[in-house]
């Protein structure tokens, strides 16, 4: 089990930028995706970015593609997520997520491990 804290999140002008950060602990941290997930109101949660254990790999959703940039740092037990060209529907609570099962985990069910959930707002 790891166990995840967000932190990064606010209220940001459309157009600008936030970046997210996940702190894990736990021995198994290095051998696990990690994905950033949100949930806007009203509506279902859904990943948005993955990267493979050895951070050769990544995925991003079509909604965020290349405007949002994941990258983890296994030797301090980071993850982060670098959000540019925010947009008012970027508006949702942002949760980190570690799945430790082979690449790719692209299903909620495939994530064991969930942090408490940062907000990020965007104002037109």
């Known amino acids: 089990q790891v166990h995840l804290v967000e932190s990064g999140g606010g209220l940001v002008q459309a157009g600008g930028s936030l970046r997210l950060s996940c702190a894990a602990s736990?021995?198994?941290?290095?051998?696990?995706?990690m994905g950033w997930f949100r949930q806007a109101p009203g509506k279902e949660r859904e990943l948005e970015a993955a990267?493979?254990?050895?951070?050769?790999?990544?995925y991003y959703a079509n909604s965020v593609k290349g405007r949002f940039t994941i990258s983890r740092d296994n030797a301090k037990n980071t993850a982060n997520l670098q959000m540019n060209s925010l947009k008012p529907e970027d508006t949702a609570v942002y949760y980190c997520?570690?799945?430790?099962?082979?690449?790719?985990?692209?299903?909620?069910?495939?994530?064991?491990?969930w942090g408490q959930g940062t907000q990020v707002t965007v104002s037109s």
């Open positions: 997520a570690a799945g430790c099962r082979s690449w790719p985990s692209l299903r909620e069910d495939e994530y064991d491990s």
């Open positions: 736990g021995r198994t941290f290095s051998s696990c995706t």
């Open positions: 990267i493979s254990w050895s951070g050769a790999n990544t």
